[in-house]
T-cell receptor
């Protein structure tokens, strides 16, 4: 089976940088995705890493180390609207099935 | 359509009843997924369609759950003899490419009383 670990809660101030870590144990690993979900809303896709290294998309970056079974999501210049839950998810099959972690609730304070 | 559409947005049903949840994916997306999410948890995989066929149904919890996608577009998740433990938000998503991101619908909140 698959298991993912991420912190349950992170708090940061507006304008700061925050890193949300994700470690995983799985077989047949294909890639790591990140999704954002606001309260009462649908998860929205942020990034996908299939290879080691850093992917940057605007204020958000995602990193993967396959040898360490570890990844992180980096959010820069935090804004109040970034307060949400963030989920890492592993793709483990030749299809596109994802297994999600339990999520990290990010609170951005003034 | 422009996004993934799920109907109804809310469904309250009595224990033991049958329910159908509908998902209309983004036009042209061949892959369609059903997940369910309980409060404070991540989405839990149920079933994945590639075209009309179920490519992976390993997440369906038992034989009360069934899903179809007869024409490779709209999908229906069917739950028989509902139980209180089935209460959750049922999310549908679609994607164009393998490895690409999912686009989720807003979900159907199912409450079994």
């Amino acid at each position: 089976g698959q298991s993912l670990e991420q912190p349950s809660e992170v708090t940061a101030v507006e304008g700061a940088i925050v890193q949300i870590n994700c470690t995983y144990q799985t077989s047949g690993f294909y890639g790591l995705s990140w999704y954002q979900q606001h309260d009462g809303g649908a998860p929205t896709f942020l990034s996908y890493n299939a290879l080691d290294g850093l992917e940057e998309t605007g204020r958000f970056s995602s990193f993967l180390s396959r040898s360490d079974s570890y990844g992180y999501l980096l959010l820069q210049e935090l804004q109040m609207k970034d307060s949400a839950s963030y989920f890492c998810a592993v793709r483990t099959g030749g299809g596109n099935k994802l297994t999600f972690g339990t999520g990290t609730q990010l609170k951005v304070e003034l | 359509g422009a996004g993934v559409s799920q109907t109804p947005s809310n469904k309250v049903t009595e224990k033991g009843k049958y329910v159908e949840l509908r998902c209309d994916p983004i036009s042209g997306h061949t892959a369609l997924y059903w997940y369910r999410q309980s409060l404070g948890q991540g989405p839990e995989f149920l079933i994945y369609f590639q075209g009309t066929g179920a490519a992976d149904d390993s997440g369906l919890p038992n034989d009360r759950f069934f899903a179809v996608r007869p024409e490779g577009s709209v999908s229906t998740l069917k739950i028989q003899r509902t139980e209180r433990g089935d209460s959750a938000v049922y999310l549908c998503a679609s994607s164009l490419n393998q490895g690409g991101g999912y686009t989720f619908g807003s979900g159907t909140r199912l409450t079994v009383v």
